[in-house]
């Protein structure tokens, strides 16, 4: 094969995602994209249906090998799993030392760190990149976290830069993240910020439809409304589009033919079990998260139906001030959802050693990614004045945000209790900012519990040190 021939980069995985990306890949000036999978068929298919994109095809890991310029450079565009583990196998069986192999799954950031380990040791580098968008933005422009060491970053990085999605400031929405598994491990919470994010949308959907009998199609005027304003992301654009939408077949509202039951496919709950080894609260993602699990039980739903709620339905005297409050509640509490997920980013770039740059987190999931809004303007502003902020909420932005959404945010609430209209993401993200506000917590009365039953110590208000009672005999103190 001739020089001229050779490709910067390949994918290899040519299902939609894959596709998707390697048209993306081409259609940049500079690139030469080689293509392989694991089914020739689908290959030819690709290179045929696409033919100004001068794919370089091939049959063979050793053809695909040959196909690429050094450093090789590859993106596996695979199922996370047993899958990505064959293919990283196959290629570093033909790859040398110095190339670079990119997983573009949503792998679990522990899988990358262990792969990320093992490949170095052949002196290949492994890079662990989220890449979000879905398949639109696979091929329009993605918002890319990879991982991976400096060394890979520099090939690399020119190449990912040419397909992210551009903010409206002109800055490529992709940066090297941090090494080994940092990359997969940001992608995973920004999934959880969308489970959050999602949930919060679908409840205010859910209590303005209750409260106000507005049809789907007159409540997406309202979303399309508060899209013009502070709350203008992708998902409150597209929740107005799918609230618009009639069913062919019976001419009903699509949303009331469609079954309330959510899939999920795993990061939502990665984020929760991390979150809880990482020992930080995230309790609107869980919430979130916990919807989805609940609303895919129809057999206890069913069972469950026939127990007691509030006899009230809910009462609301001015329709257009119960709309402003439920906007209200729905920012603070994405504010809120933010705020938990970057905590997390922060807890972990502490226990794994990456460097984690949270401004600029905010700035390349501004575009391209499902999260994408506004907002985040806001949040990369507040850790440009403050990069070590304690917690996202208590930046002086954000501070006057919750000042003057609190009260709508705890009528809203206070309405979907008494009336009994589920609100999990809600209520949970009022009680973690109501908890991270309190001058003092009934954690007092856990702690002399866990040391009555079990001997785990406390410690003092006034002197320091670890204590324990001996609550069983005359009550005393004894320091640990």
Excluded at 8 to 30: D, K, T, Y
Excluded at 79 to 95: N, P, R, W, Y
Aim: include cysteine; glycine fraction near 10%; aromatic fraction near 8%.
């Amino acid at each position: 094969m001739s020089t001229a021939a050779l490709a910067n980069i390949g994918v290899v995985g040519l299902a939609v995602m894959g596709s998707n990306l390697a048209r993306n890949l081409a259609s940049r000036e500079g690139n030469t994209v080689a293509v392989f999978n694991r089914s020739y068929s689908r290959t030819a298919e690709l290179v045929d249906e696409h033919p100004e994109a001068g794919f370089v095809p091939a049959e063979t890991y050793e053809q695909f090998a040959a196909s690429l310029s050094t450093p090789r450079t590859a993106i596996i565009m695979v199922k996370a799993g047993a899958a990505t583990d064959s293919v990283i196998d196959e290629l570093v069986k033909v790859f040398e030392p110095g190339d670079i192999i990119v997983d573009g799954g949503n792998a679990l950031f522990t899988d990358t760190i262990r792969r990320e380990a093992a490949v170095r040791a052949t002196g290949i580098n492994f890079v662990g990149a989220g890449i979000s968008g879905g398949e639109e933005g696979a091929l329009n422009g993605p918002s890319i976290m990879p991982g991976g060491s400096a060394e890979a970053w520099v090939t690399l990085g020119p190449i990912l830069r040419s397909i992210a999605a551009v903010a409206d400031d002109g800055e490529p929405c992709v940066t090297h993240v941090g090494t080994d598994g940092a990359g997969h491990f940001v992608k995973m919470v920004h999934n959880g910020i969308e489970y959050a994010d999602m949930q919060l949308i679908a409840e205010a959907y859910d209590l303005i439809r209750r409260a106000t009998g507005k049809t789907p199609a007159e409540i997406a005027d309202i979303f399309a409304g508060w899209n013009l304003g502070e709350l203008e992301s992708y998902l409150i654009e597209i929740t107005a589009e799918v609230l618009r939408h009639t069913d062919a077949a019976t001419g009903k509202p699509l949303v009331d033919v469609i079954v309330d039951q959510a899939g999920a496919k795993g990061t939502g709950a990665w984020t929760v079990q991390s979150a809880l080894d990482l020992g930080v609260p995230v309790s609107g993602i869980a919430e979130a998260v916990f919807a989805r699990s609940l609303s895919s039980r129809p057999a206890q739903r069913a069972a469950a139906a026939a127990l007691p709620g509030p006899a009230e339905e809910i009462e609301i005297e001015d329709v257009d001030d119960f709309i402003e409050d439920v906007r209200q509640a729905l920012y603070a509490s994405k504010i809120i959802a933010y705020s938990q997920g970057f905590d997390a980013i922060s807890a972990g770039a502490a226990e794994y050693n990456w460097n984690i740059d949270l401004g600029a987190i905010a700035r390349i999931w501004r575009e391209g990614c499902i999260i994408r809004a506004q907002f985040l303007n806001r949040i990369s502003e507040a850790y440009a004045t403050d990069a070590s902020l304690d917690a996202l909420v208590t930046a002086p932005y954000f501070v006057e945000a919750v000042t003057r959404t609190q009260e709508s945010w705890r009528r809203v609430v206070a309405i979907a209790a008494e009336t009994g209209v589920p609100a999990p993401a809600f209520s949970s993200s009022l009680a973690y900012y109501d908890g991270l506000r309190a001058s003092r917590l009934p954690a007092a009365l856990v702690q002399g519990q866990r040391d009555f039953f079990g001997a785990h110590t406390y410690r003092r208000i006034d002197r320091e040190g670890t204590f324990h009672t001996d609550w069983s005999g005359d009550r005393s103190e004894s320091e640990a």
